[in-house]
């Protein structure tokens, strides 16, 4: 340990704030030496990593993981992961976040070494997704694409992702990262170009609703973190035609469901519904998994690809058992709405989320409502 890191890391306690640390680190980085930045990283986990309440340990160790992780070049790369991998600081939180960042900031051949090097089953399957969403051939890179292939990992939940980004996954609405924060889209709201839907004379089949627990649950994977982590609810509802239901007759058949989301709609309260194409259901899952609600962040792109696709499968009545294409041509043959309505149930926010999903033989209509509020 050199005598600048024992000074830091003796001192820090003491510190009334950590921008002189946050200073040093990326002038030595600046210079060129990324080891510095993952040594001091790596000492003040041993000496301050139980004490997690400690402001001045935390605020400097994401600091540290930040700057080696956004700023380019082989070595940064190599010592953010020799830091994120040492003893005293990995987590498989932590991992999940890393391989965002890192993904964001620096190529598939810089990140190879850690598919041969140190790094856990879990950043290494993280950072294999957060590359495919980003489109990169994880297969043309052969150090990532020998530990992708093999067998040994195929019992990770990650595994059953296919190693290519679907077409429904372009439009992804990906974090930018620097050493000082991050932001990202926000892809909610009323959708556009939609229709007003109102109660009428207009003859809609009668629906029995045949939800279940366990398709519930399936259905609000993605938004999931809204209502566990944040001020979130969710109502995920499945309901069977009497008759085929025509997909214009959709806006309609939704005023007729009893859905507690839209209580009140087609009176005086508006219900906008749009036609959309899967594309866009899949990025609004995607956004509200991989970044969260209002007081979560998420689970990051590998794992909010995953929950995303839940969703979307079980929206479009995929069956249990399901490989990723087979869900991916069950999701594109179904018709797909978004619709938004001004009603109690919806905070009217910033994270208000309406889907429906009519199977391709109409005789299945799932219902997905999601919000959430600061």
Not at 122 to 141: P, Y
Not at 190 to 212: I, K
Not at 259 to 288: D, I, M, N, Y
Request: hydrophobic residues 45%.
């Amino acid at each position: 340990m050199t005598d600048q890191i024992q000074k830091i890391v003796a001192g820090l306690p003491d510190l009334t704030e950590v921008t002189g640390v946050w200073a040093a680190a990326d002038g030595r980085v600046a210079q060129g030496d990324a080891a510095f930045a993952a040594d001091l990283g790596i000492a003040l986990a041993r000496t301050y990593g139980t004490g997690e309440r400690m402001w001045q340990y935390r605020s400097v160790l994401d600091h540290l993981m930040r700057l080696l992780a956004t700023t380019p070049g082989p070595e940064n790369a190599t010592q953010a992961l020799r830091l994120v991998s040492a003893a005293e600081v990995t987590s498989r939180k932590l991992d999940r976040y890393m391989a965002s960042i890192l993904a964001s900031s620096h190529d598939a051949a810089d990140l190879a070494v850690a598919f041969t090097g140190r790094a856990s089953e879990e950043l290494r399957a993280c950072l294999v997704h957060e590359l495919v969403l980003r489109g990169v051939v994880v297969e043309e890179t052969p150090r990532i694409a020998g530990w992708a292939t093999s067998p040994h990992w195929s019992h990770h939940p990650l595994a059953w992702l296919p190693l290519a980004r679907a077409a429904v996954e372009e439009g992804a609405d990906l974090p930018s990262y620097s050493s000082r924060g991050s932001s990202h889209e926000m892809p909610y709201g009323p959708p556009e170009g939609s229709q007003q839907a109102v109660l009428s004379g207009t003859r809609v089949p009668p629906a029995r609703e045949t939800t279940t627990q366990d398709i519930a649950t399936a259905m609000g994977r993605a938004v999931a973190n809204w209502a566990e982590e944040s001020n979130g609810r969710i109502e995920a509802r499945v309901f069977q035609p009497a008759e085929p239901l025509d997909a214009a007759s959709v806006p309609n058949a939704l005023l007729t469901l009893g859905l507690e989301c839209l209580h009140g709609a087609g009176k005086k309260t508006a219900l906008s519904v749009t036609l959309c194409r899967p594309a866009q259901a899949w990025r609004v899952l995607f956004a509200a998994a991989s970044t969260g609600g209002a007081y979560n962040s998420g689970s990051y792109g590998a794992y909010g690809r995953l929950a995303a696709w839940q969703s979307l499968a079980s929206l479009a009545g995929s069956p249990d058992g399901a490989s990723a294409e087979e869900a991916e041509a069950r999701v594109s043959a179904c018709t797909w709405h978004g619709f938004a309505a001004d009603t109690k149930w919806f905070e009217q926010v910033a994270w208000d989320i309406g889907l429906a999903a009519l199977s391709p033989d109409r005789d299945r209509l799932a219902v997905l409502a999601a919000t959430d509020t600061d």
